[in-house]
């Protein structure tokens, strides 16, 4: 028998979702950082077994939203789990008790009636025994499919949470060629990765209001190498002297460090030209946002 569906990954800002995703795909899909709000948009990973094809979303946190970016992301939330065979909802160990944001979460997952499992992450944080307390909490507010702690940095636990996803799934066929792996093309990986490089490169208050934008890329003739020209837009001009930084050090940093792994996906040497452009409020401008997200 042939199980197949569509599983969304959802949960507070910061839980690890990404990171989850990453491990179950064994790839680098989407990029983690330790400040809350890295993931934007709705990102699918897709995983191939013998007698299963599960497609995973990684999904935005849930938050309130503080601006039209905000609006967006809350959106893209909503439609990833539109339709859904199963929810996994991310807690994480060392939170205590279910907190404002969780009973939120929790009532949205009430709504949708769709088969949940709550994951309890970042077990390595913290004592097993300590996280009773949490699914005592929370057992006796919904009835979870099943409980499954994990630590999707050190990859423990993903074996026994794929096999729960597989054993809930319908029989159904392959809606994937079964070469692919996510959704997302070579250029917005590019962008993300850029991006990902600035949030955990940059200072707090500045890498919220960043977007990137591959400008243009083009393969030399009969060479294996890459011309990529990259725009960092940020939201001041004052943000755009931290992101050049003295003498160009910082967007040179920020410029290595995305070049390494853009080489690495590519598999080719890569030209990586940064430039970096005041956009501003575009996070709550419909237009630019737009512009930017195409
Ligand atoms: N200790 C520990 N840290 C983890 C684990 N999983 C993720 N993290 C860290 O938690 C932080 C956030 O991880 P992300 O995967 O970006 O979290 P997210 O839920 O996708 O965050 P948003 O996209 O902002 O909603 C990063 O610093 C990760 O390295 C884990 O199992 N254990
Ligand atoms: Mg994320």
């Known amino acids: 028998m042939f199980k197949s569906g569509f599983v969304a990954i ?22 983690v950082s330790n400040k809350p709000q890295t993931t934007r948009t709705a990102i699918k990973g897709i995983i191939n077994r013998e007698n299963a094809q599960i497609i995973f979303t990684d999904t935005p946190g849930i938050h309130k939203p503080q601006n039209k970016l905000g609006e967006k992301m809350e959106e893209t939330i909503n439609e990833a789990v539109n339709e859904v065979d199963i ?39 913290i004592k097993k025994e300590s996280i009773l307390e949490l699914i005592k909490l929370y057992s006796e507010r919904h009835d979870f499919e099943a409980i499954i702690p ?8 993903i074996d026994i949470l794929l096999d729960k996803v597989i054993e ?11 070469t692919e792996w ?18 955990r490169t ?24 890459y011309d990529i020209d990259v725009t960092i837009y940020c939201e001041k001009k004052t943000h755009k002297g931290i992101i050049i930084g003295k003498d160009g050090a910082m967007l040179k940093n920020i410029g290595e460090k995305a070049r390494k792994d853009i080489e690495e996906m590519l598999g080719c040497k890569v030209n990586l030209q940064l430039w970096v452009k005041v956009k501003e409020d575009w996070r709550d401008n419909e237009n630019k946002l737009r512009q930017i997200f195409h």
């Open 202 to 225: 940059l200072d707090d208050e500045v890498p919220h209001g960043i977007a990137v934008e591959v400008v243009s890329m083009k393969k030399r003739e009969n060479r294996e190498l």
């Open 150 to 157: 994990i630590s999707a940095l050190n990859n423990d636990g």
């Open 10 to 31: 959802v949960g507070r800002p910061n839980v690890g979702k990404s990171t989850l995703i990453n491990a179950i795909s064994g790839q680098k899909i989407a990029i």
């Open 168 to 178: 809930l799934l319908p029989e159904g066929p392959a809606y994937y060629d079964t």
């Open 87 to 125: 929810i996994l909802y991310l807690i994480e160990a060392t939170d205590k008790g279910i907190g404002l944001a969780n009973e939120y979460i929790l009532n949205k997952v009430k709504e949708h009636k769709v088969k949940t499992i709550l994951v309890i992450n970042k077990v390595d944080a």
């Open 182 to 199: 996510t959704d997302q093309t070579e250029k917005q990986i590019i962008e993300e990765t850029v991006r990902e490089k600035a949030l």
